[in-house]
T-cell receptor, first 115, second 113 residues
Framework: KAGVTQTPRYLIKTRGQQVTLSCSPISGHRSVSWYQQTPGQGLQFLFEYFSETQRNKGNFPGRFSGRQFSNSRSEMNVSTLELGDSALYLC??????????????FGQGTRLTVV | AQSVTQLGSHVSVSEGALVLLRCNYSSSVPPYLFWYVQYPNQGLQLLLKYTTGATLVKGINGFEAEFKKSETSFHLTKPSAHMSDAAEYFCAVNSNTGNQFYFGTGTSLTVIP
């Protein structure tokens, strides 16, 4: 069974640009969550999508957005990049349907560097 | 609100020694608790989880954790450290409103040969 796939693995962008990251969940998983990991702030929740609907949202500015497609694949977009957006972005997928308390399976992440 | 606190950002143990990584939680409802491990430049891998039932939970790679409600703790242990255990460990609690995890700040484990 294939795991969570995130593309690309590494990305370098210039301040002010925008970027789109992609996440393909495990087959059959309908929930996709996104996290930002930085040395200073640790792991912070961005948002969660379930069946193409945003179910939860973290405390991030509107420059961070996401979406989920009918095949459960998800993308997150960051517009007007700032130096502080440099981070490892992790995607996690879960089966979650009625029962929400379950583990998440993480991808290897996309390392975004903003210069 | 739910949160977890990991005591000790860095822990060093000798190879073969006991590993003890501490995690305390705060939750107004019964918590669902997890331990994840992260190797350099990798994502997170689930070690073990507590949802309901037995309070002593066994995970992969010889790790286990005990849920203690009276102490609001969920400490991770391993009887004998191996060099391959060197990594970053995260304690997490799952929200009750969806698939949202609250992570601790992480503990970096160093294993000394």
């Amino acid at each position: 069974k294939a795991g969570v796939t995130q593309t690309p693995r590494y990305l370098i962008k210039t301040r002010g640009q925008q970027v789109t990251l992609s996440c393909s969940p495990i087959s059959g998983h309908r929930s996709v969550s996104w996290y930002q990991q930085t040395p200073g702030q640790g792991l912070q929740f961005l948002f969660e999508y379930f069946s193409e609907t945003q179910r939860n949202k973290g405390n991030f500015p509107g420059r961070f957005s996401g979406r989920q497609f009918s095949n459960s694949r998800s993308e997150m977009n960051v517009s007007t990049l700032e130096l502080g957006d440099s981070a490892l972005y992790l995607c996690a997928s879960s089966r979650t349907g009625v029962v929400v308390q379950t583990e998440a399976f993480f991808g290897q992440g996309t390392r975004l560097t903003v210069v | 609100a739910q949160s977890v606190t990991q005591l000790g950002s860095h822990v060093s143990v000798s190879e073969g020694a006991l590993v003890l990584l501490r995690c305390n939680y705060s939750s107004s409802v019964p918590p669902y608790l997890f331990w994840y491990v992260q190797y350099p430049n990798q994502g997170l891998q689930l070690l073990l989880k507590y949802t309901t039932g037995a309070t002593l939970v066994k995970g992969i790679n010889g790790f286990e954790a005990e849920f203690k409600k009276s102490e609001t703790s969920f400490h991770l242990t391993k009887p004998s450290a191996h060099m391959s255990d060197a990594a970053e460990y995260f304690c997490a609690v799952n929200s009750n409103t969806g698939n949202q995890f609250y992570f601790g700040t992480g503990t970096s484990l160093t294993v000394i040969p």
